[in-house]
């Protein structure tokens, strides 16, 4: 059974993890000590090894990820309270013009087009008629006017959906601007990652180089026997019962001495 997910790290910061394991791999020929990946291990083997042991290695830097989450989590609470404050001002009107601009976008083709349709087919069927109508060429030109709507809400609906996408392709992840996190949670997530990759990743990557056929628990850094603190004490000796103190002398008794029927009290003497 793999141990894909650390207890302790959040959903969020797991892709963060995975980064920085890619970067160790990608940067492994400018170490040294990982100048064997590729020999025994190569880099697929050695980052799918790193991932079953997530739980061991991130718990190197525990310390340093409390804190950052602890720091991220005060920036988030003041940002959460005036979005609670501002939705039902500000944000409300958005959402409500957004709102308005998204149905007339969707049914202004929509209800053009129908009348477009309507204006078409009734003008043209009237000027079958001999004479026709005096109106036949009007509702003719109303339903091309409607067309002509029709397309201009089409080419406007594509034009804002071609802008929404490029604005969302080339906008840049907030996570992944260091620039937008104030100076404490930038220093605290730079913290765990240092210590991270410096106590836990790279350790990893080295012993699992050394010992390619230890498993992760064996090879996971700061798990040795050796670093867990043994308690000493001396059990009490508890004895067997035979073996307790010697025992005093034992209590001596003598039977009561009873006598047979015959030799009873004097109403059965003998005759």
Same mark, same amino acid.
């Given at each position: 059974?793999?141990? !894909? ?36 291990? !190569? ?19 525990? @310390? ?43 049914? @202004? ?116 026997? !050796? ?6 004490? @001396? ?18 008794? @003598? ?17």
């Amino acid at each position: 059974m793999h141990m !894909n997910s650390a207890p302790h790290l959040l959903a969020e910061d797991r892709p963060e993890y995975e980064r920085i394991l890619d970067d160790a791999l990608r940067h492994a020929h400018e170490r040294p000590d990982l100048a064997a990946v590729g020999e025994r291990l !190569n880099a697929v083997q050695l980052r799918t090894m790193a991932l079953d042991a997530t739980a061991l290695i991130t718990a190197t830097a525990a @310390t340093e990820y409390r804190h950052y989450v602890k720091a991220r989590e005060e920036l988030r609470v003041p940002t959460e309270e005036a979005g609670e404050d501002s939705g039902s001002g500000v944000g409300a009107s958005r959402q409500s013009g957004a709102g308005i601009g998204a149905v007339i976008t969707v049914l @202004t083709p929509v209800l053009a087009g129908t009348a477009a349709f309507i204006f078409l087919l009734a003008g043209y069927l009237l000027k079958l008629l001999a004479p026709p109508p005096s109106f036949a060429s009007t509702m003719v030109t109303a339903g091309w006017f409607f067309a002509a709507v029709m397309a201009a809400a089409i080419l406007a609906a594509a034009i804002g959906l071609l802008v929404t996408a490029l604005r969302n392709g080339s906008a840049q992840p907030v996570e992944d601007t260091e620039a937008e996190l104030p100076e404490d949670v930038a220093r605290a997530r730079e913290a765990w990652r240092h210590a991270l990759l410096e106590r836990g990743i790279l350790p990893f990557l080295r012993e699992a180089l050394a010992d390619p056929g230890a498993g992760p628990a064996a090879r996971a850094p700061e798990r040795s026997a !050796n670093r867990i603190p043994k308690v000493g004490y @001396t059990p009490p000796d508890f004895s067997s019962p035979d073996q307790g103190p010697a025992a005093g002398p034992r209590p001596t008794f @003598t039977s009561p001495d009873f006598t047979s029927p015959d030799f009873g009290g004097p109403e059965h003497e003998p005759d």
